[in-house]
């Protein structure tokens, strides 16, 4: 069966909605980043609107063994790190297998709410997911917008 240019039009925009973000790396020290997705996300820097939650999904491997681990998040505006509260900061709550193993591949899922009295401003979101000693399993930084 030859596919339909709809079909093909339809599998190449989700295979755009589904493009990895690009991210700076911000001290990934104990885990090695290979892909982080942010839905709704279709174009950078990410349009966060107020009064809705976004998909966080993070793939990384563990350089270390840890019992657990917990998620930091910040809004990052002049180089001053804002903390941000996330729904879920347990990373065994959020799609992680734990103890966490060295040398294994995990998906860390998470929510992120835009909350609607949150100003109208472009800033970098900043996430860390620390392990049981405090040193960073992960951390990435995106530019986002947040609009009404």
């Known amino acids: 069966m030859v596919p339909t240019p709809l079909v093909l039009l339809l599998a190449l925009a989700a295979a755009a909605l589904a493009e990895p973000l690009r991210f700076v790396d911000c001290g990934s020290k104990d885990g090695s980043i290979q892909e982080v997705n942010v839905s709704p996300c279709p174009t950078q820097p990410c349009q966060l609107v107020k009064g809705t939650s976004y998909s966080i999904n993070v793939t990384f491997s563990s350089k270390i063994e840890s019992q657990g681990s917990q998620a930091k998040v910040y809004g990052e505006m002049l180089h001053v790190d804002i903390p941000f509260p996330i729904p879920e900061p347990d990373g065994c709550k ?55």
């Open 94 to 148: 959020s799609g992680i297998q734990c103890p966490i193993q060295k040398g294994h591949s995990y998906s860390y899922l998470n929510k992120l709410p835009v909350k609607s009295e949150y100003p109208s401003i472009k800033l970098i979101v900043k996430w860390e997911l620390v392990d049981d000693q405090d040193q960073m399993l992960f951390c990435w930084k995106i530019p986002v917008q947040i609009t009404s």
